[in-house]
């Protein structure tokens, strides 16, 4: 009898500790990315420069602005 308790709490715990880790590495996911988003303007200017653009930076604004929007929408 005493085995069965072990073994379920072990298995409550394992439980437990996956659905924490999952929340835990999740939000410092969300908060990593705010705080260092995979696009900066450096990046928005080579870009364009590659497709043919001469970027102004007026125009850069208007589309990091745009990607701002977006993330915060989600």
Do not use: C, D, H
């Not at 009898?1 to 999740?26: E, K």
């Amino acid at each position: 009898m005493s085995t069965i308790w072990v073994v379920l709490i072990a298995l409550a715990a394992l439980l437990v500790g996956l659905v924490g880790g999952f929340f835990i590495a999740r939000k410092t996911m969300v908060s990593y990315m705010k705080k260092n988003p995979p696009i900066n303007e450096q990046m928005l200017r080579v870009m364009m420069s590659q497709m043919g653009q001469n970027p102004s930076q007026k125009k850069i604004n208007q589309m990091m602005k745009a990607m701002q929007k977006e993330q915060g929408k989600k």
